[in-house]
């Protein structure tokens, strides 16, 4: 039986959403490896979403906290506000209690991307501070560490991303993510998804 991936995610302006296609794509590669992409749900009202000139959302499935036992192993992608993930993806993180209560997620891989407006915006203290939700979870944490060689040393361009995990920059809505940003994010799913396979054939 394949081991599930699921890309979890939450994206406001799209950014962290072509990061979550990407690692899709990453985990694709590993054989015996069936990788899925979610969004969790908004918290915003459409009114609200339009004022901040959001566009709207893919088709990827809206995911619920149980369907999370389900994965092998699970990605958690976010855009940052000050430092921390967006309040959606907490709001998602909040409605797991029942799933730690039976430590559903315990033992399973986790691992985590992201998008910040700038430079000094959180690419680390973000992922940083969203380990403690895997932590609760008895999640076993992988981060990329420095899997992606060179790419991780790059000094001639603006790159997002660091040991954590893979990540890119919004500036003020108008960046895209980077082919260097692409090319990491789909490493972290082609790395992610071969750890989860090896943890699922040995269990």
């Given at each position: 039986m394949a081991a599930k991936v699921y890309i979890v995610y939450y994206s406001m302006?799209?950014?962290?959403?072509?990061?979550?296609?990407?690692?899709?794509?990453?985990?694709?590669?590993?054989?015996?490896?069936?990788?899925?992409l979610w969004q969790v749900p908004e918290t915003l009202s459409e009114d609200i979403l339009a004022k901040m000139g959001a566009p709207p959302k893919s088709d990827a499935p809206l995911i619920t906290a149980s369907e999370l036992a389900e994965a092998d192993g699970i990605l958690f992608g976010f855009p940052t506000r000050f430092g921390m993930m967006a309040a959606q993806f907490k709001a998602f993180m909040d409605s797991t209690g029942g799933l730690w209560g039976t430590q559903?997620?315990?033992?399973?891989?986790?691992?985590?991307?992201?998008?910040?407006?700038?430079?000094?915006?959180?690419?680390?203290?973000?992922?940083?501070?969203?380990?403690?939700?895997?932590?609760?979870?008895?999640?076993?944490?992988?981060?990329?560490?420095?899997?992606?060689?060179?790419?991780?040393?790059?000094?001639?361009?603006?790159?997002?991303?660091?040991?954590?995990?893979?990540?890119?920059?919004?500036?003020?809505?108008?960046?895209q993510p980077s082919k260097l940003e692409l090319e990491q994010a789909f490493h972290q799913g082609k790395y992610f998804a071969g750890i989860a396979k090896k943890l699922k054939t040995a269990a």
């Open positions: 302006y799209g950014h962290v959403e072509k990061l979550a296609q990407e690692i899709q794509k990453g985990a694709a590669t590993v054989e015996g490896v069936e990788a899925k559903a997620l315990a033992g399973k891989p986790g691992g985590i991307f992201y998008s910040t407006g700038s430079q000094g915006g959180g690419q680390e203290t973000t992922p940083l501070t969203a380990i403690t939700q895997l932590a609760h979870h008895g999640m076993l944490f992988v981060p990329i560490g420095y899997t992606f060689g060179a790419g991780m040393f790059e000094m001639e361009e603006v790159k997002g991303g660091s040991p954590y995990g893979s990540g890119t920059y919004a500036g003020q809505g108008a960046r």
